[in-house]
């Protein structure tokens, strides 16, 4: 199962002995905003390349946009085929 971006930084957290509250404040970032970033609820590159550099992951912004990208495709509307079928039938009196 692979880790998301919220798990490998908890992760890397438990590793210093800080938590994602000291890692905000020593970030200078609202704690909401890093829980709102990690969830992906908001999209901040920067706020992931800080973090990165303080945890001396730069592998984590690589980790941050492929789930970007995942989450992407996952959320993409289907084209629903409901509406081309029922407009086949011809004209509608």
Do not use: W
């Not at 912004?61 to 509307?77: C, M, T």
Request: aromatic share 6%.
């Amino acid at each position: 199962m692979q880790s998301t971006i919220k798990e490998i930084i908890r992760q890397e957290c438990r590793n210093k002995g800080i938590s994602l509250y000291r890692l905000a404040k020593t970030l200078g970032i609202d704690l909401a905003y890093l829980s709102a970033v990690l969830s992906l609820a908001k999209i901040s590159r920067p706020t992931i390349l800080k973090i990165a550099e303080f945890l001396h992951r730069p592998d984590l912004l690589y980790i941050y946009e492929k789930e970007l990208r995942s989450r992407a495709v996952e959320n993409k509307p289907e084209k629903s085929t409901e509406t081309n079928l029922s407009n086949k039938g011809g004209s509608h009196v």
